[in-house]
């Protein structure tokens, strides 16, 4: 019989205050410059420019269409919940999807960063599918000082005793997404390893880290993509994992994992803390899952 746990052995890591904070400036956009849209239907596409009607902009399968909706001129923070429509992601034993676990993990981060006065945009903001390329492209249209994009592990080489085996990847080539993917670390391993009596698993570089594609560059097309915006990639847990699955799917924990996920990207914005939990990864050779394209994509209703 496992044992009844899955509680906090301690006082939750707090939210991020809702004192102001000293928040560095927006990047300026000329007034007027339209990066992206919300559509009626709650959609953020990247604007390609002004057209009869509405404005030209890319669909989250990447095709054209015309649109309406609110302008997004700038945002502080830009928000990926990976995977989405008929790409779910991992899937775990309960049944609980990767991409619905991501979608309301964002939503909470998103909550508790704006509650600080620190503006937000998601990539996704429902269950559709979004192509790598369109939401690498909202990304350097709004350029904002941090984009991260959360996900939920699977495939793990073995137990890990001391504590989640939570994942940040960084761009290679950029410390200030190396010191972002360090911050959200410490904070959403520190905000998981307040349950007790769960048996993580792991990859035994769990940490950190950068991965590299065969020609050095960046492997995650996300971050390869992203360039020249700090940028960090997030395997929180691993749902594959009964035990983890079983947290995962409770709703003060994908609360919990948010507000980890903020902490992180505010202690970003306001501090010079380094992070924590740098690891020197393994090589991995095996290709680029499927997913992230096109093919079989369905866009949503835009208005």
Known sequence: MPPPVLAPTTTAAPSPTTTALALPPLPAIPAGDVRALLTSTGVVVPVEGAAAGGFSVETPCGNRAIANGQPLAA???VLDAGHGGNESGAIGPNGLTEKDLNLNVVRN?????????????????????????????????????????VHHNSSPDGPRPQGPGTETYFQVQSPESKRLAGLVYEEVVRALSQYTGVAWVADTDAGAKYRLNSRGGDYYGILRMTAGVPSALAELAFVTNPP????????????VEGRAVARGIVRYLTTKDPGSGFVTPYDRTEPAGPGGGSSG???????
């Open 244 to 255: 983890e699955a079983d947290l995962l799917a409770r709703p003060e924990v994908q609360a």
């Open 297 to 303: 994509c369905t866009d949503p209703p835009l208005g």
């Open 109 to 149: 981060a998103k909550g508790a960063l704006e509650a600080v006065g620190v503006p937000v945009a998601l990539t996704r903001t429902g269950d559709y599918r979004v192509t790598l390329g369109v939401r690498a492209e909202i990304v350097t249209k709004l350029r904002p000082l941090a984009f991260v994009s």
């Open 75 to 77: 945002a502080m923070v």
